[in-house]
Nanobody, 124 residues
């Protein structure tokens, strides 16, 4: 089993920045592809960003391209999401996810493990 714990969320003004972290524990050797998803109040969870095991390939949803950066440190078993130029519409609970297969995937069903999420609130 793998446990994922997110941190770094909070309240920030529009235009500000936050960096989310996702610490993995347990059978971390089974982790390959990873991703970030978010769920705003009253909406379905949506894909944000994904990264391969090596970190050499990344993919983002259009609404965050150029503002968010996904990265990982495999030595520390940690996934990151640097969020810049935040907008009120970025307000959501952000969750990290890990898969036992490698690759870039936007579908929730592809991921095997999920964190509980961290709240990000952007005020206007």
């Amino acid at each position: 089993q793998v446990q994922l714990v997110e941190s770094g969320g909070g309240l920030v003004q529009a235009g500000g920045s936050l960096r989310l972290s996702c610490a993995a524990s347990g059978r971390t050797s089974s982790i390959n592809g990873m991703g970030w998803f978010r769920q705003a109040p009253g909406k379905k969870r949506e894909f944000v960003a994904t990264i391969t095991w090596s970190g050499s390939m990344t993919y983002y949803t259009d609404s965050v391209k150029g503002r968010f950066t996904i990265s990982r440190d495999n030595a520390k078993n940690t996934l990151y999401l640097q969020m810049n130029s935040l907008k009120p519409e970025d307000t959501a609970v952000y969750s990290c996810a890990a898969a036992t297969k490698d690759g870039l995937r936007t579908s929730e069903s592809w991921y095997d493990y999920w964190g509980q999420g961290t709240q990000v609130t952007v005020s206007s």
